[in-house]
């Protein structure tokens, strides 16, 4: 028994979501907001709208998950599983955002994680582990930001 081609028209819905899927790449990692410009005025990039931040949180959530639960599944210490969790999905959000790259986001994002794993087994207070995680987040753009002025003025090359 043949099926009848004009009879299925479910093709055409799929083709829709494959062009939604297809233009989520620049949803997320292109921004599409207001222009940030650097001292010398030269464009570095575009601000994310809101719902472009919120979608991004949720792909970078789901990855950390992701990543540790499959590192963990492997047989991964599972706070270096967290870790490394941590590290991609900080990763993530540092694609195509101004001033930051996957590396130094997702640094970033895994001190934060070592901060607290490192809290919790010391025995610490949730509110006192926060602000530490402050602090190490802060120290890393602080040391980031000392290497760029020396090598502005060229007193270190690195």
């Not at 299925?8 to 790449?25: H, P, Q, R, V, W």
């Amino acid at each position: 028994m043949a099926i009848d081609v004009k009879m299925c028209k479910y093709t055409g819905g799929f083709g829709s979501l494959g062009a939604g899927i297809s233009n989520m790449g620049s949803f997320l990692l292109e921004g599409a907001g207001e222009v940030i410009k650097d001292t010398q005025g030269q464009v570095i990039g575009h601000a994310f709208t809101h719902a472009q931040v919120a979608a991004r949180q949720l792909i970078a959530a789901g990855l950390n998950m992701g990543v540790s639960m499959g590192l963990s599944g492997l047989g991964l210490d599972p706070q270096l599983s967290q870790l490394a969790g941590a590290f991609v999905g900080g990763g993530f959000l540092g694609i195509g955002e101004a001033g930051t790259t996957f590396f130094r986001s997702g640094v970033q994002m895994a001190m934060m994680q070592g901060v607290s794993e490192m809290a919790v087994n010391i025995g610490l207070a949730p509110p006192i582990t926060s602000a530490l995680s402050v602090v190490a987040t802060t120290g890393m753009g602080s040391l980031e930001n000392g290497c760029k002025f020396f090598q502005k003025h060229r007193m270190v090359s690195f």
